[in-house]
């Protein structure tokens, strides 16, 4: 853990538009306050580039989700705070290259990254380079997959 930080620890599992966001209480050495961010379940994904100083309900993961997409459409995100290509993902967006109008070349995801498996359960992108994130997903994250990475029906 962080220096500053007493505790980390899942609080709360939410579900909003079919997709669940895993809700994170920070507790801080010298200090009262507690911060809460918001992760992606089936990615793992941090999508709070500032931590909400309450327990968000699902109402603010709403308006969080739609503040980044709109955010990510239009090209005010801070490159610092998001991994464009995974917030694509966790929105269940396409990303288009600039000039481009069918959305990326043929040979890698929206970013230019080597796609390297696509979950058949939620559509979460895994890349080249990132087997083991690919693993937990299936074994930990994603509950619409079997063990072996297949599709539940």
Not at 40 to 49: E, H, P, Q, R, Y
Not at 82 to 89: G, I, P, V
Not at 127 to 139: I, N
């Amino acid at each position: 853990m962080g220096n500053n930080i007493a505790d980390r620890r899942d609080v709360a599992v939410l579900t909003v538009r079919g997709r669940g966001f895993r809700v994170e209480r920070i507790a801080w050495k010298n200090s009262d306050g507690l911060s809460f961010d918001v992760h992606d379940v089936a990615t793992g994904v941090c999508l709070t580039a500032e931590s909400y100083d309450w327990q968000p309900r699902e109402g603010d993961v709403v308006e969080l989700l739609d503040r980044l997409k709109s955010g990510l459409e239009d090209g005010t995100l801070d490159p610092l705070d998001h991994d464009r290509a995974e917030l694509a993902t966790v929105l269940g967006i396409e990303l288009l290259h600039e000039g481009d109008e069918d959305g990326g070349d043929d040979e890698g995801g929206a970013d230019g990254r080597e796609v390297n498996w696509q979950c058949p359960g939620c559509f979460a992108v895994f890349y080249v380079g990132e087997e083991d994130l690919a693993v937990d997903h299936v074994q930990i994250h994603c509950d619409k997959v079997d063990g072996a990475g297949r599709a539940l029906s």
